[in-house]
């Protein structure tokens, strides 16, 4: 692709993104953030299409299982006051951190050993990295919509005040 086509490229994903944000919790528009997500991937890993074909579903069940080992544990901190816990429950959660990590380290040997079945180190590594950025630049984009939230809040507030 030519650079001119990776950034128009760059800013459709971008447009989505900016317009799902907010809306994240909506499962049409989860899906489009995902959408994007794999055109972010598919572009910067240059996957050819016999590639694509065998990394896609590959990368969808890695990605379920992190979320299902992920899922319990964010729960659990969720519902836990450090303040008014036990030193045990601290502890148990503390534990159950580092199971969380461990387990994750183990998922991600063994799906990049069966990914490198399909893609090359140096696109493993681009996978890694695509993944950081996306997530990057879903933070930033949450921020300043929430930042721009904050400064519509203050505007109507000050116009309320302006009529009383």
Known sequence: MKTREIKKLYAVMLSILVATVTYAQDGANMKRIE??????????????????????????????????????????????????????????LIAMGMEVKQQELNLEKTYSDRLLQVISSRQLVQLRKAEDDFRRMILRKIQERQQMERVRQRNNDRLNQQRN
């Open 35 to 92: 959408s994007a997500k794999i055109g972010l991937i598919t572009e910067r890993l240059g996957l050819s299409p016999d590639q694509a074909e065998r990394f896609w579903p590959l990368y969808k069940e890695f990605s379920q299982e992190r979320a299902a080992i992920r899922r319990d544990f964010v729960r659990a901190k969720r519902n836990h006051d450090p303040s008014k816990a036990t030193e045990e429950e601290n502890q148990q």
